[in-house]
């Protein structure tokens, strides 16, 4: 299978996968992608790291080997794809593209006409110089959110987020794991991230990021900024949702990685007229409010929301945030707590 054909595998099967590799001698041209049977023998079933290596040549079938230390998986990509296909129910779609493969990717006699017969039709084309379609390696396909699509768990409104909300926000529910699942999208709506956060009180883990998030570059909410308008920073998903629903101004959550000069631009390049900080009124909120209020001095004029002692925004009722909006007070040098 070909560059282009393996990068069509991984857009039906909503995997990631790189740029195209010339290899070495020995192991030629390949792809990386995160592994079809990560449902089934990873650790986290939604493991989006590129652990698997696939071979690209239009003259053979693929051959894959995944790095994971619980997988291992070693063989035919097909043969992959097959136990792939086998371990999600056998979608239609999913077996529509087995068929359609099967032909050039299967190990038989059969598929190696098939392959002889497409190997003479491209000779000319393989002359030319392959081009890769262009690829945006931070954005997930939109089929990493469908599984989650189509409800939230009835946490998400009794912490106060309206069904409008929830919809706005594209949230999810993860059955299995019962969490209530965020999808992070960039500042042009692209999904680069999920997000869980565990509803049970029996994880290990309160949040869960699933495999593919880089929360130092990325912000919850940013798809929602405007230009010159205010923005309001808060700590986590709930606090950024809640807050949004009271104020309706954009406002970003920092997803627990600490702000960074990256999360600093991105804030700055929608020349905010005021910034808000509103953390959680705890030591760790106000010593992350300290940090971000550092990195951002200096590109806006901000204000500080401070809630009532150890509580959080998301837990804040209406009143109290419009209080809160009303009441902030202007930063000069550096935060002051009273």
């Known amino acids: 299978m070909d560059e282009n054909g393996i990068i069509e595998v991984c857009d039906t099967f909503s995997l990631r996968s790189s740029q195209g590799y010339s290899g070495s001698t020995k192991w030629g041209p390949h792809l990386s992608i995160s592994c079809p049977l990560a449902i089934k023998n990873h650790n986290d079933p939604d493991d989006y790291n590129l652990s698997c290596s696939v071979s690209a040549t239009a003259d053979a079938p693929s051959l894959v080997r995944c790095f994971s230390f619980n997988c291992a998986f070693k063989g035919s990509f097909y043969n992959m794809l097959y136990q792939a296909t086998v371990a999600r129910g056998n979608p239609p779609h999913l077996v529509a593209l087995l068929q ?45 959110m469908e599984r989650f699509a189509g409800s ?31 999808p992070v999208r960039r500042y042009d709506g692209k999904l680069i991230g999920l997000s869980g ?35 309001i920073i808060v700590e986590g998903q709930i606090d950024a949702i809640i807050t949004w629903q ?21 804030i700055g390049a929608f020349t905010p007229p005021v910034i808000y900080l509103f953390p959680d009124n705890d030591p760790p909120g106000r010593l992350g409010a300290e940090k971000v209020e550092y990195i951002l001095h200096g590109r806006a004029p901000m204000k500080l929301m401070v809630p009532p002692l150890d509580m959080d925004p998301g837990d804040m009722s209406t009143d109290q945030i419009k209080k809160a909006f009303a009441q902030a007070k202007s930063i000069q040098d550096r935060i002051v707590w009273e």
């Open 152 to 182: 939230v768990p009835k946490y998400a409104l009794s912490r106060g987020i309206s069904i409008e909300s929830c919809k706005a926000w594209g949230l999810g529910h993860d059955q299995q794991y019962k969490r209530l699942v965020f």
């Open 197 to 231: 956060r565990d509803y049970t009180g029996e994880a290990r883990s309160k949040y869960h990021n699933y495999a593919g998030l880089d929360k130092s570059r990325f912000l919850f909410g940013e798809h929602f900024l405007k230009k010159d308008q205010p923005i």
């Open 100 to 144: 359609k493969i099967e032909p050039t990717e299967k190990f038989t006699l059969t598929s190696s006409f098939a392959r002889n017969e497409k190997a003479n039709i491209s000779q000319v084309e393989a002359m030319k110089p392959a081009i890769l379609p262009a690829r945006d390696l931070d954005v997930l396909p939109e089929g990493r």
């Open 246 to 266: 009271t104020l309706q101004l954009p406002t970003v959550a920092i997803l627990g990685e600490g702000f960074s000069q990256i999360h600093a631009k991105t």
